[in-house]
């Protein structure tokens, strides 16, 4: 009981502050270089992050294994995954616009998660027969990370393809930074997207070798953030492969789930493929980035949500075919 | 470091680089006048090839690719040493190739089906539709009767206005992972990943294994990253550069260091890794046995009844001889009443009786002897032994009752009054698990709930009925696949090479210009990272403050002006 009160307030807290670190950096892009308010958004995110691991481990010790055997569960590691991202690309001190994206996706799968969608899968704390095993966390660890990263890497790509195809970029109260050539790529942040004040073409030139090197920037750092995830669905997928041999009998069944694993692993092989030759890069890649967005959904959520197949684990009872 | 040193240095990079194709070993070093013509006649050859070739992870542009040509073809005549460790792999190809002559047609042909092959969009599409039948195939439902198909998918209401039955039967996508269509689209992708590996993948290695001094300050500049140090020694920058990992060769004003070049091999280990998984898995394929079976507990089987064939190559085993005798089924529980574990206690006994093995095998953790595997997959009840005042005890046989929910359901009958009258009644029980059978009278009014083994009787209908024992029985798999270890290699290898794939090849060039230092480099995927860590690097270098001249700040690395380095 008191692990259920533990958890329920750590939910809420990091919840909370998660909103607020959004709240601040929405206030950055409209009334830039407040001090403190940068600082604070970044502890706020180090306090989200220690109470999603908080969370965690409360799950873990009241449920006795590995807390990944629900989508609520899995939703609250990706959460967590998205905020270890956040976490090392601040740590190793890059300047990038990760942070624009580690947030919002760990507020909205929190959102999700804690969402009265799945109150019923909430308490679930048994453990059934097939997942009873080493491999389950490093399987399900490896999948979720590897979402989170394969997430944020196409959210990048798709911000690539927002502001390629807009005509100009929003400049809103920036046009000053622009000038004295102080740009900070931070503050643009993801609203870039959405705000569409539509300047006229005094500095057009500028700005466009701005934009060129904003889109390149993100261009590179999806595909460093794509790899990674990349490689960690490589593990996951393999690892996955072999548990599978030790549980279902076959390391390849075609169930959905596996099929639509192997679909995201195919489209962002292809991503990697595409950039290896110049003629493909940037907008095209991009697009199977963010083909790649909607697949890891319907591979995380769809089969979970039909409940088909060997990995519908909200419902599962022992059957073979 | 003298021009001696790079051949133990190149030696060891060799070494630590296990996934270097064979050609690359060092072999046949041929006078350098006749293979600087031949190198030169690679690309006119080739030419046609690298344009559409598939390219496979050269994130360099045209621009730094004309770089590493450069680097290759020096105008000036280098030193024997400098170009020919590099060369080596394609010199030997060379001479292969050629000592085969009258193959020439025929290789032509072959070289032209590769360039095809090897073509990048080709490859890409043939994922795509990898992707898209796979996608399809968890749409459509697989595996069922043409009735099904012909219900669901109706002539006279076609999905998106053509899509009907006739298409899903025609095209096999009621089974669709071994479909031709999706088979021929594996082997044809297998196809091209042989076909880029051998056309691009290695010509491309080899381009990056080559490598050489720059000699003048041009090529350095244009490099994707470049900076240029004024007031420093390149010998600074060089022990810099072997501090942070890189590999530092220098020889007089020239220095040249690089990090990371084993990612250059992994791709093609990648592509190796996928095509033994695919091999392995047309094994599995090929020549696997499956089978299942439900077994009451006490009860035995021959492993041989079970297995089915499942392909050309599947040859029995003495193995197969070898009978299993189910000792024992039960299920653990958890305190809310759920199933937490299955556990069969199995023992296999030879042709002559003799007890070979005996194990414990639950969901997790399968029996393995002799190549077969026997997997916890599945469990019934088959009857339940009832004593029926004081009589028997009778075993009732349970037949599954509700199957397409999740729960499972077991019932039986016990007949009551004379069982030949035309409508008997009797007491029914039915049971969810092995733990309580629910019982019903003879109007189908709720009785009472026992648990085997309780021995506690229950009147019903004035007879008084103990249930002794309910005895499930296992579901068991069994299977052979010779095609595991060569998956799981391919499983390993996959693993290895993706995470070395992520690692970044980075070339540092640098060249002394006077008491500057001209710094140029390029990283092949990390090209973020690794300007960040130049400009870091560089700012560490120190600048030599003359004794006549003590401006200051004029570079870059202010902060750093203070460090005084004896020259």
């Known amino acids: 009981m008191i692990f259920e009160t533990l958890e329920h307030i750590l939910t809420h807290i990091c919840f909370s502050i998660i909103s607020i670190v959004i709240t601040i950096n929405l206030m950055k892009l409209l009334v830039h270089e407040i001090v403190g308010l940068c600082d604070s958004s970044e502890k706020g995110m180090i306090v989200t992050f220690l109470c999603i691991t908080g969370l965690l481990v409360t799950r873990w010790i009241y449920s006795r294994h590995f807390p990944l055997n629900d989508l609520y569960g899995s939703l609250m590691f990706l959460s967590w995954s998205f ?39 909430h308490p679930s704390a048994i453990l059934v027969p097939a997942l009873q095993s080493q491999w389950l966390m490093m399987h399900v660890s490896m999948m979720l990370l590897s979402y989170g990263a394969l997430l944020c890497g196409s959210l990048l790509s798709v911000a690539l393809l927002v502001i390629t195809f807009r005509k100009n970029i929003d400049i809103l109260s920036k046009s000053k930074n622009f000038l004295i050539g102080s740009f ?102 991009a697009m199977v980035a963010s083909a790649g967005f909607l697949i890891i959904w319907i591979c995380y959520f769809g089969v979970n949500i039909l409940g088909v197949g060997l990995h519908s684990y909200g419902s599962f009872t022992l059957t073979s075919n | 470091m003298g021009p001696l040193s790079y051949s133990g240095a190149m030696g060891r990079c060799m070494t630590r680089n296990l996934l270097a194709p064979p050609l690359l070993q060092p ?269 009451p507990q006490g009860l035995n089987f021959v492993v041989g009844d079970v297995l089915g064939p499942s392909g050309f190559l599947s040859t029995p085993t003495e193995a197969f001889n070898t009978e299993v005798h189910v000792n024992q089924f039960y299920m653990d529980y958890y305190d809310t009443g759920e199933v937490s574990q299955f556990h069969s206690d199995l023992s296999l006994f030879d042709l002559d009786g003799k007890e070979i093995m005996r194990k414990m095998i639950s969901v997790n953790d399968p029996l393995r002897y002799g190549g077969i595997t026997i997997y916890q997959t599945d469990w019934s009840i088959s009857a339940l032994q009832v004593v029926k005042d004081g009589e028997g005890p009778f075993n009732l046989a349970m037949a599954p009752l509700q199957l397409s929910g999740d729960k499972k359901l077991f019932g039986t009958f016990l007949p009551l009054g004379d069982p030949n009258s035309s409508d008997v009644k009797g007491i029914s029980m039915l049971a969810r698990d092995l733990q309580s059978v629910v019982l019903y009278d ?38 052979t696949d010779p095609g595991v270890p060569i998956v799981y290699a391919g499983f390993g290898a996959l693993m290895l090479t993706t995470c070395i794939s992520f690692l970044s090849h980075s070339q540092v060039w640098a060249l002394q210009d006077g008491t500057a230092v001209v710094v140029g480099g390029k990283s092949n995927r990390a090209k973020i990272e690794f300007s960040n860590e130049m400009d870091r690097l560089l700012n560490n270098v120190p600048e030599i403050v003359s004794f006549n001249d003590s401006t200051q700040g004029m570079s870059s690395q202010s902060e750093t002006t203070n460090i005084t380095f004896p020259e």
């Open chain 2, 27 to 295: 072999a046949l070093r041929t006078t350098h006048l006749s293979f600087r013509g031949r190198l030169l006649a690679i690309p006119a050859e080739k030419g046609p090839l690298f344009k559409i070739g598939c390219k496979f992870r050269t994130s360099q542009d045209n621009k730094s690719r004309q770089v590493d040509k450069k680097i290759v073809i020096p105008d000036k005549a280098p030193s024997v040493s400098e170009d020919g460790d590099g060369d080596k792999g394609i010199d030997s190809k060379l001479q292969k190739s050629s000592g085969i002559p009258y193959l020439g047609f025929l290789k032509k042909g072959s070289r032209k089906v590769l360039a095809v092959l090897s073509n990048l969009p080709l490859a890409i599409g043939e994922m795509f539709t990898i992707a898209g039948l796979m996608a399809l195939g968890t749409v459509i439902d697989q595996g069922e009767a043409p009735a099904y198909y012909f219900e669901k998918y109706p002539e006279d209401n076609p999905v998106f206005g053509f899509f009907t039955w006739k298409w899903v039967l025609a095209l096999g996508f009621d089974h669709m992972y071994s479909s031709p269509i999706f088979l021929g689209m594996l082997a044809l992708l297998a196809a091209s990943l042989m076909a880029c590996t051998y056309t691009t993948q290695i010509p491309l290695v080899r381009v990056a294994r080559r490598w050489s001094f720059l000699h003048s300050a041009d090529p350095i500049r244009k490099l994707e990253f470049a900076d240029s140090l004024p007031k420093a020694a390149v010998q600074d920058l060089g022990v810099i550069l072997s501090g942070a990992g890189y590999e530092v060769f220098s020889k007089g004003p020239s220095l040249y260091a690089f990090k990371g070049l084993a990612s250059r091999f992994a791709p093609i280990g990648v592509h190796l890794a996928m095509l033994l998984i695919m091999g392995g898995a047309t094994l599995t394929a090929a020549g696997s046995f499956r089978g299942s079976v439900t077994v």
């Open chain 1, 83 to 121: 905020s270890v991202f956040h976490m090392v690309s601040k740590i190793r001190n890059h300047k990038n616009h990760l942070s624009a994206i580690t947030a919002p996706s760990a507020i909205f799968t929190q959102g999700f998660a804690t969402s009265g969608l799945l109150t019923e899968m």
């Open chain 1, 184 to 285: 900070s790529f931070d503050e643009i942040q993801y609203l870039n997207e959405k705000g569409s004040v539509l300047q006229s073409t005094y500095f057009l030139s500028f700005r466009n070798y701005h934009k060129y090197q904003f889109t390149q920037q993100l261009d590179r750092w999806s595909y460093r953030v794509i790899s990674l995830g990349f490689t960690f669905l490589t593990i996951g997928i393999l690892s996955g492969a072999v548990w599978a041999n030790e549980a279902w009998g076959s390391y390849w069944n075609w169930d959905p789930k596996e099929t639509w694993a192997f679909i995201t692993w195919t489209i962002f092989a292809i991503y990697l493929h595409t950039r290896t030759a110049q003629s493909l890069q940037g907008v095209n890649s």
């Open chain 2, 442 to 479: 003879q109007e189908g009014k709720f009785a009472g709930i026992r648990r085997p083994n309780s021995k506690l009787p229950i009147e019903i209908d004035g007879v008084k009925i103990v249930i002794e024992d309910a005895i499930g029985s296992t579901g068991l798999d069994l299977k």
